[in-house]
């Protein structure tokens, strides 16, 4: 959205400009009755009064809200900052207007007596907004284009006055504006409320963006024409541009990834807009084509849109040069939603026309499926809110904002946030890892319920644990939350790296005996640890019991003086009784140039069915494939990408046994 700051005297001609077919007259009445209402007020900026009204309605003109809309946003303060009465309005201007200027009334202003007070007015105030809101959902984009000019304008105020609004916004205002799927207004309040919070890194950001400008603007032109080529080429029309970063969304990310500014402004963004949904599908097939896709960060909002009704195609993708380039492929119609969301609810339709029909044969949009969703989830809100304290409801309101997200409370009031979706496991892992790993079930609000039930917004949980429960493998699919899927996993994985560490102690101790040298005291098997580039005892047991270290290779290292008896693929060959000994025993396909040795735990021959294994830094190592030990199989089983294809030579023997007992007392 343009940053233009109008005036009375040129507002209806700006208007004009943007539209022909507003209600000038109506406007203009309205204009006039404002400004005569305000008329001894003035802003801390010095200005007449009536300039925040002004901007406002071109705020919601720039949205191309209708001008009854306009004229509520001219009239928004008069309620509140003046004697005008509503009937007054209802009768200057019918009772829709007046019903829309009421709903942004604020029940008192903030003028605190004490923080209770202050607490207690607040919520009231939002209530009543939310409530109006579910009334008349264009409510929400008057108070949103309210907001905006307030926040432009906020540099007037005292420092901690600053602050507290713009964290109020955050909080929000700026949810609010994601919820409605209006992410014009939604990244310009992040910009400013970054650049009263956060001023530092704001200030950094504003100087990389443009240090950077030139450089990106140059890349960015290449990668658009090498785009259009692509599309071209395929005859396809879509229009295609750089898509800039907003710099609340720099910073976000900086702190969410730990990543440095710079790295995320090197991160190219391109828009492909197209005719229809079957061509985005057909860029994208174009796109995977042509550049290595990534496949973090692919995202498919077409056939799965978000809460508010926003439909597109993510996908990260890296080109030759070695740079990501993050993609959006969307409609026309998708990119109006997508900038406008619910505020494009009044003109979608006799822009665009008419996709979809209800059952009735009613025309309907994704915008109206994101109206519908929001005010019930407002409606459902206000009646979990409905005796809470000024406190926890305004804790909760900033809670429940967010769409993906649902908040559930402890028995002794303290809410947590879950993703959508979550169950009792994702909330007791939310607690504390113990919590998690030792859950039974739950009492969601009183009743008993199994650890896979979905818990819903509002919901009070008490999470049921035992000492002696113990995590399933299954949790890994039930839970949401990432943080906790790989607590699930460490768990298991520690219960298999304690199992190798007792097989790989079982074999050392074993076979330690029967060497002339001992081992015995922590320190000296560290330092026989360390020999095989590792840092401690338990790792190194773990990788003898896993069979990725041999106890051969133990020896050698023990006693060096002592030929290593590890069959060599030359050795082996000398070990065949084959007509041509010279010739491999073993064939690896498409492999060359590997090291093989045989497992001593199953000691294959030729004419077993077998298999190898890739012991990393040690080449392949060739089992039976009916080997029994238990290393090895619980690797095979967690690592089948380390499981080769291998093969006895054609014409390999099996040696008589006779010599292999000759060749074995030889070695000895």
Known sequence: MQYKLVNPDNLLAEIKHLDQNYDLELIGRALTYADTAHKMQTRLSGEVYITHPVNVAYILAQLRMDSKVITAGLLHDILEDTPVKKEDLSEKFGMEIADLVDGLTKLES??????????????????????????????????????????????????????????????????????????????????????????????????????????????????????????????????????????????????????????????????????????????????????????????????????????????????????????????????????????????????????????????????????????????????????ENPALFMKSLKLNLYPDIIVVRTPENKYIKLKKNSTPLDFAFKLHTDIGLHCIGAHINGKHKPVRTILKNGDVVKVLTSPQAKPSKDWITILTSIKAKQKVRQYFRNIEIQELVEQGKEIFYKRIRKLPVKVKSNSEILALAKQFKLSDAKSFFARLGSGEIDFQEIKQVLLPEEKDNVITEEESDNNLPTGDISMPAIVLENIDNLMIRFAKCCVPQPGDKIVGYTTRGKGITIHKDSCSNKGFTNLRKKEPERIMPVKWKKGTKRPEKDTVLKKQHKNH
């Open 110 to 387: 903030y003028t605190y007596k004490s923080i209770a007070h202050q607490q207690k007015v607040q919520a009231e105030n939002f209530r009543k907004l939310l409530i109006s809101i579910t009334k008349d959902v264009r409510i929400i984009i008057i108070k949103l284009a309210d907001r905006l000019h307030n926040i432009r304008t906020l540099h007037f105020l005292p420092d901690n006055k600053k602050k507290r609004i713009a964290q109020e916004t955050l909080d929000i205002y700026v949810p609010l504006a994601n919820r409605f799927g209006i992410a014009v207004i939604q990244w310009e309040l992040e910009d400013l409320c970054l650049k009263y919070l956060y001023p530092e890194d704001y200030q950094r950001i504003v100087e990389l963006v443009a240090l950077k400008k030139d450089e990106r603007e140059k890349y960015i032109s290449a990668i658009i024409s090498e785009t259009e080529q692509i599309l071209k080429k395929n005859d396809i029309t879509a229009e295609v541009s750089g898509r800039n970063k907003h710099l609340f969304s720099i910073w976000r990310k900086g702190r969410v990834k730990k990543l440095k500014f710079e790295e995320i402004l090197d991160l190219i963004g391109v828009r492909i807009i197209v005719d229809s949904v079957e061509n985005c599908y057909k860029v994208l097939g174009l796109i995977q084509s042509e550049y290595i896709q990534l496949a973090k960060g692919f995202k498919d909002y077409i056939s799965q849109p978000k809460e508010n009704g926003y439909q597109s195609l993510h996908l990260n993708v890296v080109n030759e040069d070695g740079r990501t380039i993050e993609i959006q492929i969307r409609t026309k119609e998708m990119h109006l939603i997508a900038e406008e969301g619910i505020a494009a609810h009044w003109h979608y339709k006799e822009e665009y026309g008419i996709q979809k029909k209800d059952r009735t044969g009613k025309p309907y949009t994704a915008i109206d499926d994101s109206v519908k969703k929001n005010v019930i989830w407002i409606r459902d809100f206000l009646k979990e809110q409905k005796q």
